[in-house]
Protein backbone atom coordinates (compact mmCIF):
# COMPACT_ATOMS: atom_id res chain seq x y z
CA UNK A 1 0.00 0.00 0.00
CA UNK A 2 1.48 3.63 -1.17
CA UNK A 3 1.37 5.78 1.94
CA UNK A 4 -0.12 8.85 1.09
CA UNK A 5 -0.10 10.46 4.58
CA UNK A 6 -3.71 11.27 5.08
CA UNK A 7 -3.78 13.76 7.93
CA UNK A 8 -6.76 14.26 9.97
CA UNK A 9 -7.88 18.43 10.63
CA UNK A 10 -7.78 18.86 14.40
CA UNK A 11 -10.99 20.54 14.16
CA UNK A 12 -12.28 17.36 12.97
CA UNK A 13 -10.97 15.35 16.09
CA UNK A 14 -11.73 17.59 18.55
CA UNK A 15 -15.61 17.31 17.23
CA UNK A 16 -14.83 13.82 17.90
CA UNK A 17 -13.71 13.92 21.26
CA UNK A 18 -16.68 16.35 22.24
CA UNK A 19 -19.47 14.27 21.16
CA UNK A 20 -18.43 10.72 20.82
CA UNK A 21 -15.90 10.68 23.60
CA UNK A 22 -13.29 7.65 23.70
CA UNK A 23 -15.16 5.88 20.80
CA UNK A 24 -14.73 9.36 18.73
CA UNK A 25 -11.24 9.15 19.44
CA UNK A 26 -10.61 5.71 18.64
CA UNK A 27 -12.34 6.42 15.52
CA UNK A 28 -9.95 9.21 14.67
CA UNK A 29 -7.27 6.61 15.14
CA UNK A 30 -7.89 4.56 12.06
CA UNK A 31 -9.23 7.07 9.97
CA UNK A 32 -5.79 7.26 7.98
CA UNK A 33 -5.65 3.98 7.44
CA UNK A 34 -9.31 3.42 6.87
CA UNK A 35 -8.99 6.49 3.92
CA UNK A 36 -6.16 4.81 2.76
CA UNK A 37 -7.88 1.17 2.21
CA UNK A 38 -10.61 3.11 0.36
CA UNK A 39 -8.41 4.87 -1.35
CA UNK A 40 -6.65 1.62 -2.94
CA UNK A 41 -9.60 -0.59 -3.34
CA UNK A 42 -11.82 2.30 -5.50
CA UNK A 43 -8.50 2.75 -7.24
CA UNK A 44 -8.52 6.53 -6.60
CA UNK A 45 -6.58 9.21 -6.15
CA UNK A 46 -6.35 12.42 -4.31
CA UNK A 47 -7.33 15.23 -6.43
CA UNK A 48 -7.77 18.52 -4.38
CA UNK A 49 -8.06 19.88 -0.37
CA UNK A 50 -10.17 17.58 2.30
CA UNK A 51 -13.32 18.82 3.58
CA UNK A 52 -15.04 18.36 6.72
CA UNK A 53 -18.14 18.67 9.06
CA UNK A 54 -19.05 17.93 12.40
CA UNK A 55 -18.38 13.69 11.76
CA UNK A 56 -17.83 13.05 8.21
CA UNK A 57 -14.02 13.82 6.56
CA UNK A 58 -14.80 14.30 2.91
CA UNK A 59 -11.21 13.87 0.15
CA UNK A 60 -12.11 14.92 -3.28
CA UNK A 61 -10.85 12.23 -5.36
CA UNK A 62 -10.27 10.80 -9.34
CA UNK A 63 -11.15 7.43 -10.15
CA UNK A 64 -9.42 5.09 -12.05
CA UNK A 65 -11.36 6.33 -15.05
CA UNK A 66 -10.34 10.03 -14.61
CA UNK A 67 -14.08 10.87 -13.19
CA UNK A 68 -13.90 13.50 -10.30
CA UNK A 69 -15.58 11.86 -6.99
CA UNK A 70 -15.81 12.61 -3.29
CA UNK A 71 -14.62 9.69 -1.05
CA UNK A 72 -16.84 10.48 2.62
CA UNK A 73 -15.85 9.18 5.64
CA UNK A 74 -18.03 8.91 8.91
CA UNK A 75 -18.61 6.47 11.77
CA UNK A 76 -21.66 4.08 11.45
CA UNK A 77 -24.33 5.10 13.68
CA UNK A 78 -28.12 5.37 13.99
CA UNK A 79 -28.03 8.92 11.64
CA UNK A 80 -25.51 7.36 9.09
CA UNK A 81 -26.42 4.38 8.79
CA UNK A 82 -29.65 4.46 6.38
CA UNK A 83 -27.78 7.25 4.10
CA UNK A 84 -26.32 4.22 1.34
CA UNK A 85 -30.06 3.18 1.18
CA UNK A 86 -31.47 6.55 0.94
CA UNK A 87 -29.26 8.08 -1.66
CA UNK A 88 -29.82 4.67 -3.92
CA UNK A 89 -33.61 4.74 -3.65
CA UNK A 90 -33.26 8.58 -5.34
CA UNK A 91 -30.76 6.97 -7.94
CA UNK A 92 -28.75 10.54 -8.06
CA UNK A 93 -32.83 12.62 -8.64
CA UNK A 94 -32.30 14.91 -6.55
CA UNK A 95 -29.68 14.15 -4.09
CA UNK A 96 -25.75 13.31 -4.71
CA UNK A 97 -25.32 10.17 -6.72
CA UNK A 98 -23.84 6.83 -4.57
CA UNK A 99 -20.83 5.36 -6.75
CA UNK A 100 -19.73 2.80 -3.88
CA UNK A 101 -20.37 2.10 -0.50
CA UNK A 102 -19.08 0.17 2.45
CA UNK A 103 -21.49 -1.08 4.96
CA UNK A 104 -19.18 -1.97 7.50
CA UNK A 105 -17.21 1.01 7.57
CA UNK A 106 -19.41 3.93 6.67
CA UNK A 107 -17.86 4.80 3.83
CA UNK A 108 -19.55 5.83 0.59
CA UNK A 109 -18.02 7.17 -3.10
CA UNK A 110 -20.13 9.84 -4.26
CA UNK A 111 -20.32 11.94 -7.09
CA UNK A 112 -18.49 15.34 -6.70
CA UNK A 113 -20.35 18.48 -6.54
CA UNK A 114 -19.28 21.70 -6.38
CA UNK A 115 -18.52 22.51 -2.71
CA UNK A 116 -18.27 26.65 -3.01
CA UNK A 117 -21.58 26.62 -4.25
CA UNK A 118 -24.11 25.77 -2.14
CA UNK A 119 -27.79 27.27 -2.48
CA UNK A 120 -26.70 29.36 1.30
CA UNK A 121 -24.74 31.48 -1.49
CA UNK A 122 -27.69 32.55 -3.41
CA UNK A 123 -28.36 35.94 -2.50
CA UNK A 124 -32.27 35.64 -2.64
CA UNK A 125 -33.18 33.48 0.43
CA UNK A 126 -36.76 33.20 -0.82
CA UNK A 127 -35.10 32.28 -4.40
CA UNK A 128 -33.19 29.24 -2.97
CA UNK A 129 -35.94 28.28 -0.51
CA UNK A 130 -38.15 27.72 -3.46
CA UNK A 131 -35.62 25.80 -5.17
CA UNK A 132 -34.86 23.69 -1.96
CA UNK A 133 -38.83 23.58 -1.69
CA UNK A 134 -38.88 21.87 -5.12
CA UNK A 135 -35.86 19.28 -4.14
CA UNK A 136 -37.89 18.38 -1.38
CA UNK A 137 -40.89 17.77 -2.96
CA UNK A 138 -39.00 15.04 -5.28
CA UNK A 139 -37.18 13.52 -2.45
CA UNK A 140 -40.20 12.93 -0.41
CA UNK A 141 -42.48 11.27 -3.38
CA UNK A 142 -39.92 8.42 -3.30
CA UNK A 143 -41.27 5.53 -2.13
CA UNK A 144 -38.71 4.35 1.56
CA UNK A 145 -36.54 1.45 1.43
CA UNK A 146 -36.74 -0.96 4.20
CA UNK A 147 -34.79 -0.81 7.05
CA UNK A 148 -34.69 2.67 7.89
CA UNK A 149 -35.76 4.66 11.08
CA UNK A 150 -39.53 5.42 11.96
CA UNK A 151 -40.31 9.12 12.77
CA UNK A 152 -43.31 7.98 14.71
CA UNK A 153 -40.67 6.06 17.01
CA UNK A 154 -38.07 8.68 17.39
CA UNK A 155 -41.19 11.13 18.18
CA UNK A 156 -42.13 9.01 21.19
CA UNK A 157 -38.73 9.35 22.23
CA UNK A 158 -38.36 12.98 22.19
CA UNK A 159 -41.50 13.05 24.17
CA UNK A 160 -39.88 11.45 26.82
CA UNK A 161 -36.74 13.72 26.81
CA UNK A 162 -39.02 16.73 26.35
CA UNK A 163 -40.48 15.99 30.06
CA UNK A 164 -36.82 15.65 31.06
CA UNK A 165 -35.91 18.96 29.58
CA UNK A 166 -38.73 20.81 31.10
CA UNK A 167 -38.36 20.03 34.47
CA UNK A 168 -34.55 22.22 33.97
CA UNK A 169 -36.54 25.37 31.81
CA UNK A 170 -36.31 28.55 34.67
CA UNK A 171 -39.28 30.28 33.55
CA UNK A 172 -42.77 29.42 33.09
CA UNK A 173 -43.46 31.31 29.89
CA UNK A 174 -40.50 28.93 28.40
CA UNK A 175 -42.58 25.79 30.37
CA UNK A 176 -45.75 26.80 28.38
CA UNK A 177 -44.06 27.26 25.15
CA UNK A 178 -42.37 23.89 25.42
CA UNK A 179 -45.61 21.87 26.75
CA UNK A 180 -47.87 23.38 23.30
CA UNK A 181 -45.15 22.13 21.05
CA UNK A 182 -45.02 18.65 22.86
CA UNK A 183 -48.93 18.99 22.93
CA UNK A 184 -49.26 19.10 19.17
CA UNK A 185 -46.48 16.76 18.84
CA UNK A 186 -48.76 13.88 20.73
CA UNK A 187 -51.57 15.18 18.37
CA UNK A 188 -50.15 14.15 15.23
CA UNK A 189 -49.14 10.81 16.64
CA UNK A 190 -52.84 10.11 17.67
CA UNK A 191 -53.91 11.47 14.59
CA UNK A 192 -51.99 9.19 12.76
CA UNK A 193 -52.97 5.88 15.16
CA UNK A 194 -56.82 7.09 14.60
CA UNK A 195 -55.73 6.88 10.63
CA UNK A 196 -54.52 3.52 10.87
CA UNK A 197 -57.29 1.96 12.81
CA UNK A 198 -59.91 3.74 9.79
CA UNK A 199 -57.40 2.59 7.19
CA UNK A 200 -55.93 2.74 4.89
CA UNK A 201 -52.65 3.29 6.84
CA UNK A 202 -50.42 6.86 6.79
CA UNK A 203 -48.58 6.89 3.71
CA UNK A 204 -44.68 8.01 4.89
CA UNK A 205 -42.17 8.95 3.09
CA UNK A 206 -38.29 9.02 2.84
CA UNK A 207 -37.17 11.73 4.48
CA UNK A 208 -33.91 13.85 4.20
CA UNK A 209 -34.19 15.20 8.25
CA UNK A 210 -31.53 17.79 7.20
CA UNK A 211 -32.29 19.61 4.35
CA UNK A 212 -31.35 23.17 5.01
CA UNK A 213 -29.42 25.92 2.45
CA UNK A 214 -25.57 24.44 2.77
CA UNK A 215 -26.99 20.43 2.18
CA UNK A 216 -27.66 21.77 -1.40
CA UNK A 217 -24.65 21.79 -3.84
CA UNK A 218 -24.41 22.77 -7.58
CA UNK A 219 -23.41 20.22 -9.60
CA UNK A 220 -20.05 20.11 -11.67
CA UNK A 221 -20.32 21.19 -15.34
CA UNK A 222 -18.52 18.00 -16.52
CA UNK A 223 -21.17 16.06 -14.74
CA UNK A 224 -23.65 16.63 -17.12
CA UNK A 225 -26.33 17.62 -14.94
CA UNK A 226 -26.71 20.86 -16.48
CA UNK A 227 -29.83 22.31 -16.02
CA UNK A 228 -29.79 25.85 -17.03
CA UNK A 229 -27.25 28.68 -15.90
CA UNK A 230 -27.41 27.81 -12.63
CA UNK A 231 -26.79 23.84 -13.49
CA UNK A 232 -28.25 21.15 -11.08
CA UNK A 233 -28.72 21.47 -7.30
CA UNK A 234 -28.37 18.40 -5.15
CA UNK A 235 -29.10 17.97 -1.58
CA UNK A 236 -26.50 15.91 0.32
CA UNK A 237 -25.58 14.77 4.06
CA UNK A 238 -29.13 12.76 4.68
CA UNK A 239 -30.40 11.22 8.11
CA UNK A 240 -32.82 9.45 6.04
CA UNK A 241 -36.16 8.68 8.52
CA UNK A 242 -39.36 7.09 6.76
CA UNK A 243 -42.81 9.07 7.63
CA UNK A 244 -44.71 12.29 7.46
CA UNK A 245 -43.04 15.39 5.27
CA UNK A 246 -43.93 17.83 7.47
CA UNK A 247 -40.93 17.04 9.86
CA UNK A 248 -38.71 17.80 7.09
CA UNK A 249 -39.75 21.63 7.00
CA UNK A 250 -37.60 23.03 10.03
CA UNK A 251 -34.55 22.78 9.09
CA UNK A 252 -34.99 25.32 6.13
CA UNK A 253 -36.55 27.29 8.30
CA UNK A 254 -34.18 28.36 11.12
CA UNK A 255 -31.44 28.15 8.86
CA UNK A 256 -29.95 31.83 6.55
CA UNK A 257 -31.80 33.07 10.39
CA UNK A 258 -30.07 36.50 9.70
CA UNK A 259 -32.11 36.62 6.09
CA UNK A 260 -35.15 36.68 8.57
CA UNK A 261 -33.82 39.51 10.84
CA UNK A 262 -32.71 41.42 8.67
CA UNK A 263 -36.86 41.43 6.54
CA UNK A 264 -37.97 43.40 10.08
CA UNK A 265 -40.71 41.03 10.57
CA UNK A 266 -39.99 37.85 12.09
CA UNK A 267 -43.72 36.18 12.49
CA UNK A 268 -44.44 37.73 8.26
CA UNK A 269 -41.02 36.34 7.23
CA UNK A 270 -41.15 32.93 8.90
CA UNK A 271 -44.58 32.43 7.67
CA UNK A 272 -43.81 33.41 3.95
CA UNK A 273 -40.99 30.67 4.25
CA UNK A 274 -43.35 28.02 6.13
CA UNK A 275 -46.10 28.83 3.58
CA UNK A 276 -44.03 28.50 0.28
CA UNK A 277 -42.65 25.01 1.49
CA UNK A 278 -46.10 23.54 2.52
CA UNK A 279 -47.48 24.98 -0.85
CA UNK A 280 -44.54 23.72 -2.83
CA UNK A 281 -43.88 20.38 -1.44
CA UNK A 282 -48.05 19.97 -1.21
CA UNK A 283 -48.53 19.95 2.68
CA UNK A 284 -51.42 20.42 5.06
CA UNK A 285 -50.26 23.76 6.62
CA UNK A 286 -51.63 22.63 10.48
CA UNK A 287 -50.14 19.31 10.14
CA UNK A 288 -46.90 20.38 8.69
CA UNK A 289 -47.14 22.97 11.58
CA UNK A 290 -47.50 20.49 14.34
CA UNK A 291 -44.54 18.34 12.95
CA UNK A 292 -42.61 21.40 12.89
CA UNK A 293 -43.25 22.29 16.18
CA UNK A 294 -42.43 18.47 17.01
CA UNK A 295 -39.13 19.20 15.71
CA UNK A 296 -38.67 22.92 17.64
CA UNK A 297 -39.62 19.87 20.71
CA UNK A 298 -36.37 18.22 19.83
CA UNK A 299 -34.11 20.60 19.21
CA UNK A 300 -34.98 22.74 22.20
CA UNK A 301 -34.11 19.50 24.65
CA UNK A 302 -31.29 18.82 22.99
CA UNK A 303 -29.64 22.39 24.15
CA UNK A 304 -31.53 22.20 27.25
CA UNK A 305 -30.23 18.83 27.96
CA UNK A 306 -26.82 20.76 27.53
CA UNK A 307 -27.45 22.89 30.11
CA UNK A 308 -29.59 25.85 28.99
CA UNK A 309 -32.24 26.92 31.29
CA UNK A 310 -33.97 28.84 28.51
CA UNK A 311 -36.05 27.81 25.66
CA UNK A 312 -33.18 28.52 22.70
CA UNK A 313 -33.90 31.72 20.93
CA UNK A 314 -34.15 30.74 17.98
CA UNK A 315 -36.21 27.67 18.01
CA UNK A 316 -38.55 29.82 20.68
CA UNK A 317 -39.59 31.99 17.72
CA UNK A 318 -40.33 29.45 15.33
CA UNK A 319 -42.68 28.08 18.13
CA UNK A 320 -44.65 31.23 18.87
CA UNK A 321 -45.36 32.14 15.13
CA UNK A 322 -46.68 28.05 14.19
CA UNK A 323 -48.46 27.52 17.60
CA UNK A 324 -51.56 29.47 16.03
CA UNK A 325 -50.93 27.48 12.59
CA UNK A 326 -51.72 24.06 14.74
CA UNK A 327 -55.42 25.71 15.61
CA UNK A 328 -58.33 24.48 13.39
CA UNK A 329 -59.87 27.81 13.55
CA UNK A 330 -56.73 29.38 11.83
CA UNK A 331 -55.81 30.25 8.10
CA UNK A 332 -55.13 26.92 6.50
Given at each position: ?????????????????????????????A?????E???????????GTP????????L??????????AL????????????????????????????E???????????R????R?????????A????????????V??????????????????L????????????P???R???????????????????R???????????????HY?????????????????????????K?????????L????????????????V???L????????E?????????????????????????GN??????????????????????????
Amino acid sequence: MIHRRIRVPESLAASHRTYFGEAGRAWITALPALAEDCLDRWQLRLDGTPRHGAVALVLPVVRADGTPAALKLQPVDEETAGEPAALRAWAGHGAVALLEADPRTGAMLLERLDAERSLGTVEDDLAALQTLSEILSGLVAVPPPDGLRRLDDLAAAVLVTAAAARQRLSDPADRRLLDACAGSLREVLQEREQERERGPEPVDRLLHWDLHYDNVLAGLPSSGRETGPEGAWLAIDPKPLVGDPGFDLYPALWNRWADVERSGNVERSLLRRFDLMTEVVGLDRQRAAKWTLGRVLQTASWSIGNGEARMPAVPAAVARVLVDRTDPSSPA
